[in-house]
């Protein structure tokens, strides 16, 4: 089984930076993709990030490439999320994830993920 426990959201005026944390917990990750998604209320869940475990892979939704970082901490087992140049429009739940199987395809929709946090909300404002 494995956890992953979501912090580092909050309320963030336009323009703001904000660093979420994902801490994970009860397997090893040397073989794990893991993913950052976000929920605004009344939408689907979408993708934002993701990144092998190595870190030798990452991609982005076209909506945050450039402004969103994706990196880890092994030793922590943590993954982070920085966003920067943070728009209203990012207000939303953002979920991490894990997919305990890479087979070397880039990852974008939640059916293929097989863990998931509590979420943490970030609110960014006008």
């Known amino acids: 089984q494995v956890q992953l426990v979501e912090s580092g959201g909050g309320l963030v005026q336009a323009g703001g930076s904000l660093r979420l944390s994902c801490a994970a917990s009860?397997?090893?990750?040397?073989?794990?993709?893991m993913g950052w998604f976000r929920q605004a209320p009344g939408t689907e869940r979408e993708f934002v990030a993701a990144?092998?475990?190595?870190?030798?892979?990452?991609w982005y939704a076209d909506s945050v490439k450039g402004r969103f970082t994706i990196s880890r901490d092994n030793a922590k087992n943590t993954v982070y999320l920085q966003m920067n140049s943070l728009k209203p429009e990012d207000t939303a739940v953002y979920y991490c994830?894990?997919?305990?199987?890479?087979?070397?395809?880039?990852?974008?929709?939640?059916?293929?993920?097989?863990?998931w946090g509590q979420g943490t909300q970030v609110t960014v404002s006008s």
């Open positions: 009860g397997r090893t990750f040397s073989s794990y993709v």
């Open positions: 990144s092998t475990w190595s870190g030798g892979r990452t």
């Open positions: 994830a894990a997919r305990t199987r890479n087979s070397g395809r880039y990852y974008y929709t939640q059916n293929e993920y097989d863990y």
